[in-house]
């Protein structure tokens, strides 16, 4: 069936339930981001994510993922926020971890989501996903219309910057979708020169195994590779340089979601870092996206970085 009139409806119910950009695309093979993705998995850029190499078709097919998926509804939840740590010589964590894992918060609003659309068209079969599964949600998002992919990989809105999560709906119902947009990074490159770790190869290709956001929460090894030492710019979980210094990243606004900061996190000082117990780890994190790297991968990134600290 066609699900078209339908469609101002869902994207509506989408904004009433926090998500501040709803776009839809066709469900079918990524033509375009398959040699991509082997070209990217042949150079060893995923590192030790061995997951990534996992599923290959499913990643590029939603259709395998989903039988008799038709559809790919992409969804923006924004995270984009004014808080800072307060003790600006701390470890530092990436803003979407700032408060409560955005798995929770997203993952319930999907489901209220897809069952306002069962109800609005009528049985439909699908999945709801945030992070979740083998699913290439920048690529979708950006046939979707929700922006382009920028010179450091990552979605940006021209409105919005990309200080936001991406989620979906697979469902096996047919809209006219949405459609791409302009490229617009033009010639900067700021987010290229300023990566700590030159982990931005070139233009729109970046070497996951270099990234500070794979160091400190991806790879698992008990020690960070020396290379490194030096290079970290004080981060412990995460890492926001290139969406920091992107201009596109102006035109950001606060989310409204208090859930997604936590005042605690923010108020900890150096000597909180350095006096950080198990304990107080496990309270602190306890719906945490840090939780993510766990107590002994915490403690090593901030050892790294801060060679003084000891726990």
């Not at 990217?40 to 395998?64: E, T």
């Not at 010179?151 to 989620?167: D, Q, R, V, Y």
């Not at 070497?207 to 590779?225: A, F, N, Q, R, V």
């Not at 004080?234 to 596109?248: E, K, L, M, S, T």
């Amino acid at each position: 069936m066609d699900g078209t009139p339908f469609k101002s409806k869902i994207k509506a119910k989408a904004n009433e339930l926090g998500f501040f950009y709803c776009g839809f695309s066709k469900a079918e093979f990524l033509e375009e981001e398959a040699p991509k993705l082997d070209h990217w998995l042949n150079q060893n850029y995923h590192g030790k994510m061995s997951y990534m190499a996992n599923h290959f078709d499913l990643r590029l097919d939603p259709r395998k993922l989903v039988p008799g998926a038709k559809s790919v509804i992409s969804l923006l939840f924004n995270y984009s926020t004014e808080s800072q740590q307060a003790d600006k010589s701390a470890p530092k964590i990436s803003k979407y971890a700032y408060g409560e894992d955005y798995h929770y918060i997203i993952k319930e609003r999907l489901f209220e989501l897809f069952d306002f659309t069962k109800e609005l068209i009528g049985e439909i079969d699908g999945r709801v996903f945030v992070d979740s599964a083998p699913v290439m949600d920048k690529a979708w998002a950006k046939r979707s219309g929700l922006g382009w992919i920028g010179k450091n990989t990552n979605l940006i809105h021209p409105k919005e910057g990309s200080f936001f999560f991406i989620a979906e709906m697979i469902i096996d119902v047919d809209f006219e979708p949405d459609g791409p947009i302009k490229d617009y990074c033009g010639t900067c490159t700021k987010c290229i020169d300023e990566c700590p770790t030159d982990a931005i190869v070139e233009p729109y290709k970046i070497d996951g195994s270099k990234c500070i956001s794979y160091l400190t929460i991806e790879l698992k090894d008990e020690i960070l590779p020396s290379e490194f030492k030096g290079k970290m710019d004080n981060w412990a979980f995460g890492c926001d340089v290139c969406q920091d210094v992107c201009p596109w990243n102006k035109f950001s606004k606060p989310s409204n979601e208090s859930r997604l900061v936590n005042p605690k996190l923010l108020d900890l000082s150096k000597k909180d870092w350095e006096d950080l117990s198990k304990d107080f780890y496990d309270e602190l994190f306890k719906r945490s996206a840090v939780k993510r790297t766990k107590y002994s991968g915490l403690k090593r990134n901030i050892e790294f970085i801060e060679p003084k600290i000891k726990f």
